[in-house]
């Protein structure tokens, strides 16, 4: 049974760094590809950032700002958050799947439960 768990989440200043992890089990993690998505208060689901055999793709709007790395010996994928703005508040979801298109919900087979990011002005 495929299983991920995220975590990290909180409440930071803006212009401030937060880490979130994302741990898998029941998969052959190496072969999967990861992606993180966030959801805004009244806004659909948008994308984050993605990693997979493929590359590593950001949305614009944290580009040069979070990170995506991934440790294949601990199942763990994380979200690394630098210099993070208020419009960053949202719940924040890591998924998984076998042939994900980075910016595709529907290719992500497997969906953590979501962790509050909220970041105050």
């Known amino acids: 049974q495929v299983q991920l768990v995220a975590s990290g989440g909180g409440l930071v200043q803006a212009g401030g760094s937060l880490t979130l992890s994302c741990a898998a089990s029941?998969?052959?993690?190496?072969?999967?590809?990861m992606g993180w998505f966030r959801q805004a208060p009244g806004k659909e689901r948008e994308f984050v950032a993605a990693i997979s055999g493929a590359g590593i793709y950001y949305a614009d709007s944290v580009k040069g700002r979070f990170t995506i790395p991934r440790d294949n010996a601990k199942n763990t994928f994380y979200l690394q958050m630098n210099s993070l703005k208020p419009e960053d508040t949202a719940v924040y979801s890591c998924?998984?799947?076998?042939?994900?298109?980075?910016?595709?919900?529907?290719?992500?087979?497997?969906w953590g439960q979501g962790t509050q990011v909220t970041v105050s002005s």
């Open positions: 998924a998984a799947g076998r042939s994900t298109i980075a910016r595709m919900e529907y290719t992500y087979n497997y």
């Open positions: 029941g998969l052959t993690f190496s072969s999967f590809g």
